[in-house]
């Protein structure tokens, strides 16, 4: 069972694979709906409860295999506590939730990435989140050599999930442009490899109408 919100807030969340600018367009579209007169409550998943926190610690930092069954799990276990304590709750409020990655990277990393049954994560996911889906995903496309090449700028250490190799990001990048297809309604995909003001302007234009 799935279901959008019926409060008065709105669920926005940002998608694609590490270096799409997934954290730069979020700051870009705080500002924006902050300007707006909008309460923004900005997170991210893993890590945006305290207890999340250290599930983040365990899944992208852990030194040694952990098994992609056992990784499932945990982004499940961080994803249930931090609907229930910091989504519904700012929605119930009418805030406006920015959130950084949600059940459709789990499907796109845990699903296809390690080569798990992807409906299996997906229904996990949901049953965590109490069905929830979000009103709006941006998915920031980017080819996985462009990817690379910005993280080789930016990191001085990869986490675990930035580390596997290219095969792994290809199979991740497929799956989150299924996922669009299955949900035009819900996903706006934009090309990240656009000027950053360009997408920026994509996003305002289509989240306008929904304020």
Do not use: C
């Amino acid at each position: 069972m799935t279901e959008q919100h019926n409060g008065p807030g709105l669920f926005i969340t940002l998608e694609g694979g590490d270096g799409s600018g997934k954290s730069t367009q979020a700051a870009l579209l705080e500002q924006w709906l902050i300007d707006l007169g909008r309460t923004v409550v900005r997170t991210r998943e893993p890590g945006g409860t305290d207890a999340g926190v250290e599930i983040r610690e365990i899944v992208l930092h852990h030194r040694g295999d952990i098994s992609p069954r056992a990784e499932a799990l945990l982004y499940a276990a961080d994803r249930a506590h931090h609907v229930a304590t910091l989504v519904r709750p700012a929605l119930a409020r009418g805030e406006v939730v920015l959130q950084d990655r949600y059940l459709d990277s789990s499907v796109a990393y845990q699903g296809a990435g390690r080569v798990l049954d992807a409906d299996e994560i997906r229904r996990l996911s949901l049953w965590a989140a109490e069905g929830l889906l979000p009103d709006l995903t941006i998915l920031l496309d980017l080819d996985e050599t462009s990817a690379r090449a910005r993280l080789d700028t930016s990191r001085t250490r990869y986490d675990r999930l930035e580390a596997e190799k290219s095969e792994f990001h290809a199979r991740v990048r497929a799956a989150y442009l299924d996922l669009a297809a299955a949900e035009p309604e819900r996903f706006l995909v934009v090309d990240a490899s656009r000027p950053v003001e360009e997408i920026a302007a994509d996003i305002r234009q289509r989240l306008a109408p929904r304020l």
